[in-house]
C-alpha cells in the first residue's frame, strides 16, 4: 500500500494547481493535454521494458530505483520554469511509475500466503499428478522474479511465515527453476484472441476516462463551476475514490 500511495501521489497533484502555474509561466493547451497523455504512454512503454530492467537489478533494487526516480522527478517538476521543464520532469515520473506498476503485483504475491497457497494448488492436482508444463509455467511464472525481493515492510512477517507456506514458496520456486524461455509466437497469436482485443478496448475505454478527468477535470471545474483549486483538487480525489469500492466488489461479483 505504501508503495502504491508512492506511485499514485504525482498522477493528480499537478493538474490542480494549473490555474497557479500559468501565473508563472505559459501552459499551452497542446502541453496540458500532452501531460495527460504522459502517464498511459509510459506505462506502455516502461511496462514492456520492467522485465529486462529487473533480469537486470532484481526485484527488490529496481523498486528502490523506482520510488527514488519518482522522487527525484517530483522535485525537479517542482522547480520547473517553463513548460517543456514541467513536461520533461512529468515524463520523469511516468517512466518510473510505469516500472512501479509492473512491480506491484509481484510485491503483493512475494509476501501472500493466500498467493503461494493457490500456487501450489495450481502446481499440483487432486490426483497428486505433476500438471502439463503449460500449466506449471502458468502457476511459476509470476513467481520466478519474485524471490529476491527485500520486504522492509514485509519482512517481519515473512519471518514468522508457517512451515506450510514455506513448504509452499519452496515447491513453486523449484517449479519456477524449470520455466522456459517466452515463446515469440506467443504475441503473434494474441492478435487473433477476441479476449485479448477486449481487454485492450476495457483498458482504453478506462484509462482515456481516468486520465483525461486526471488532466483537465480540476480546470473544468474552476472555469465552468467556480471552485477554488483546494477544492477542484478535493472533487478529483473524490472521483478517484470512487473506483476504489468497484474494484473491490467486482472480482467478487
Known amino acids: 500500500m505504501l508503495f502504491a500511495f508512492s506511485l499514485r501521489s504525482a498522477v493528480a497533484s499537478l493538474s490542480p494547481l494549473i490555474e497557479h502555474i500559468t501565473v508563472d509561466f505559459a501552459m499551452p493547451a497542446a502541453v496540458i493535454g500532452l501531460i495527460g497523455t504522459a502517464p498511459p504512454f509510459c ?45 520533461l520532469g512529468t515524463a520523469l515520473i511516468f517512466a518510473a511509475v510505469g516500472v512501479g506498476n509492473i512491480l506491484l503485483p509481484p510485491l503483493c504475491a512475494r509476501t501472500s500466503p493466500i498467493a503461494s497457497a493457490d500456487d501450489d494448488d495450481l502446481l499440483h492436482d487432486d490426483g497428486g499428478r505433476d500438471p502439463d508444463p503449460a500449466s506449471r509455467r502458468g502457476a511459476g511464472g509470476g513467481r520466478v522474479e519474485l524471490e529476491t525481493l ?21 515447491r513453486t520456486r523449484r517449479a519456477a527453476d524449470d520455466l522456459e524461455a517466452p515463446n515469440p509466437r506467443v504475441f503473434g497469436r494474441m492478435w487473433r484472441l477476441p479476449l485479448a482485443w477486449a481487454l485492450a478496448v476495457g483498458f482504453l475505454a478506462a484509462g482515456t476516462v481516468a486520465y483525461v478527468s486526471f488532466a483537465w477535470l480540476p480546470q473544468l ?19 478517484a475514490a470512487m473506483g476504489l469500492p468497484a474494484s473491490l466488489l467486482v472480482p467478487s461479483w
Not at 521494458?49 to 537489478?57: C, G, Q
Request: glycine content about 10%; overall charge positive; aromatic content about 6%.
Open 43 to 87: 506505462y506502455a512503454v516502461f511496462g514492456i521494458l520492467t522485465p529486462l530492467f529487473e533480469r537486470r537489478l532484481g526485484l527488490e533494487r529496481l523498486t528502490v530505483i523506482a520510488i527514488v526516480v519518482v522522487t527525484i522527478g517530483t522535485v525537479l517538476r517542482s522547480f520547473a520554469d517553463d513548460s517543456v521543464a514541467l513536461l
Open 150 to 170: 527485500a520486504r522492509p515492510v514485509g519482512g517481519v512477517r515473512g519471518r514468522r511465515a508457517d512451515p506450510v507456506d514455506r513448504d509452499a514458496r519452496a
Open 221 to 239: 471545474l474552476v472555469d465552468i463551476a467556480g471552485v477554488t483549486p483546494a477544492t477542484a483538487g478535493a472533487l478529483l480525489a473524490l472521483f
